[in-house]
Each structure stands twice: as structure tokens, then as C-alpha cells.
């Protein structure tokens, strides 16, 4: 069994292409059960956040599955291969593992050393978890990612005034506004991006805010938790006409501030300056609103220059980093090496041979004074029940072959014959279950 990613990230990826691979919560319950019927797809975790989309697999054929997974995208979001390809990247064994060890810990984010990843994988973990789509493979990867993450923020300082995107967002606004204080704010989107960024915005001096989001309800809540003035969605543009910054970060699917809008707005504010900043993914505001005159529009991507001069400080603690996650990579593989059958069944027959040796040598003492003859036959005879007791299971193991299922057969003889600490029935029952 093997591990398998296949993604795209803000590295691979402009803004364009990854809204168009976004898998909201809501649609992944569908994605996952679609994935997994692949025949070399056993298990399978999709994270997607703002900069990443990626398929974490446990797989029996690593090509085939690859080839499978692109072709699961491609369905899924409605991108054609050949304009997909030339963004993916298809990571296979340890440097899968690795791969998510990195990004985990921050390491492969836009901003080195955020804290939202951790949160965002452990959520992409669960999810798929309780849908039944993972088991022992991406149980134990994903159980160990985590460690890795909560390590790496408590073991070195790589998330000492770390930098989210929503804080990078706030420092944009600072090299804009020389001071903050006295700057109305409106939050569009009443989500954890948007909460997270009016606390920096808080920090930074504002104490002006609009918040407008779909459920007024939100809204409202958000308000009276950031003394902000809550807006009915429908009357976003209205209220916009107050506002020096907007931090835009909805889940909506299309373009919530249009170019035609944002004309209208200008007008009514007699073209003062305005700075957006569009955080979401996909885009809330249209790319032509910034053509406007003394519109000042950034999105993600734009917030790449603010990242950079981040990095210096930081990448020595990335450099500890490294060595805490090789660390856990050696941990994992030796683990998930003994799930092989050859292993599995070279221990057990090991373990069985100590359990002959040590009992036909107390049978031996209690007897007293045996011929040679006498304890070979004793000998020869325990041999032969262990041998007769051993020959099914191995013979049906070996018999699963490349079974994409067979893992799991391996990990239950190792719980039952104590040959690793571990409990799989729930993983098996979730297996019978779906």
C-alpha cells in the first residue's frame, strides 16, 4: 500500500485555476464517495483551502491512481485535463508524506509560519473521516500530521508573529493608510477569515467597522463580538459608499462586488479612494472593479509582496522544522512497512517459533530425564500444531494479493497476534459500512 497526493497550490497555480478546484464542505461527501471507487483507491482525504486543492490517497498502484484521481478532478470541477495538467503535481511514498508533513507545518504555505493550516487539515481530516472514507492507512497519516503540525508550533518559534493571510491582509491596509485609526472598515463575510481579520484590524486601531454577510443573523452576532454595524446583504453597496477599506471573504461562488457596482458606488462617493482586498476563493470581487477610477483592488495573490518580507526571520525556525519532520517521516514509514504481507508474516512466524522454543523448553525441565529421541518428538510435535495453526491465515493472506483491502487483513492478524499496539474495528466497520 502506498501514499499518493495530487494537487495544486499558489505555487503551481494562478487564482484563476484553483477557484475552479475548490471543494466547498458541503460538496465533499459526493467528491469522497466518487474517489474512493476507484479499484486502486482505498482511501481519500480532499483538502482545499485558498491556495491549495489536494487528494490524499492510499493506493495499490500509484500510477493508475494518479491517473485516476486527475481524472476524478477533472469531472468533479469541470476542468478539461490538458488545462488542469500543466498545474498539478503528483507526489507518491515517502516524499507524499513529507509533502504533507510540510504542509502542516506551515512550511508550504503562501506565509511561512500561519496558523490556519493546521486547522484547515485537521478539518479536511475529519470530514472525510466521518464519512467513512478514510481507515487504518490515512487514520495513522493524518493522526501523525497533526502531531507534526502541534510540534512544529511548540517545539521552534516558526509561529512567533506568524503572518496569516487575513493579517497580511491588515498590513496591506497599513503600507495604504499610514494610520489605521479613524478608517471605517467594512467585512464582507462573517466567517473565520473575516473574524480573524477584524481582531488584527482591532489590534491595528479600528474601531469602525461594517460587517454585511447573507445570514443576517451572522451579521448580527459578528457585530455585538466586534462592536461593528451589521448590514443586510442586499444593502452592501448602499453601505460601501463608507467605507476607506472593504476585506472581502465570502464562500460565495460568484463575484459579490461587480465592476458595474463599484461604478455607482464611485459616483455617490464622488471617486474617494477606496481599497478592496478579496480574500476569497473563488474571487468575490469582480477583476475589472479595480480598473475603476481610484479603485485600489488586491487579491490573494497580491499579498504575496507582503509575504516576502516576512521570510527572513522565519526560515531558520523552517530549517528546525525540517529536522523535527524527517524525524516523523522515519517514525511513519517504518510503520507503514510493516503493514506489508512479507513483514507481517516473517514476524508472526518469528514470534510463533520464540512461543515453541520457550514452552517445549519448560515442558522439557518438568519431564526430567528424556532421550535425545524423546525431546526432538516433543520438539518436532510443537512444531508441527504452530505450523498447522499458522498455515491458513498466511495461506489467505498471501491469497488477497493486490486487494486493495488488503492492508487492513495485515493490520488486524498484527492486533490479534500483538504484533503492534492498535485497535482497527472501527476502521473495519467503517469499511463494511460504505
Known sequence: MHILVTGLSHKTAPIEIREKMAFPIESQESALEELIKSRFISEGVILSTCNRTEVYTAVTDPDRAADDVVAFLCDFCGIKKVDLNRHLYSYARERSIHHLFRVVSSLDSMVLGEAQILGQVKEAYTTALERGATSVILNKLFTNALRV????????????????????????????????????????????????????????????FLVANRTYEKAVDFSQRFKAEPVRFEDLHAYMIRADIVISSTGAQEAVITRSGMHKIMQERRHSPIFLIDIAVPRDVEPDAGDVQNVFLYNIDDLKAVVDANLSERQTEAEKVEVLILEEIEDFTEWLSSLDVVPTIAELKEMAESIRNEEVEKVLNKLGDLSDKDKNEIGAMAKVILSKMLHEPVIRLKAKGEDKDQYLYVETLRYLFGLEKGNPDDDMKKRKRR
Open 149 to 208: 503540525g502541534k510540534r512544529a508550533r511548540t517545539e521552534t518559534a516558526i509561529g512567533e508573529s506568524a503572518v496569516s493571510v487575513s493579517s497580511v491582509a491588515v498590513e496591506l491596509a497599513k503600507n495604504v493608510f499610514e494610520d489605521l485609526r479613524g478608517r471605517v472598515v467594512m467585512i464582507v463575510g462573517a466567517g473565520e477569515m473575516s473574524e480573524l481579520t477584524a481582531q488584527s484590524l482591532r489590534d491595528s486601531g479600528v474601531t469602525s
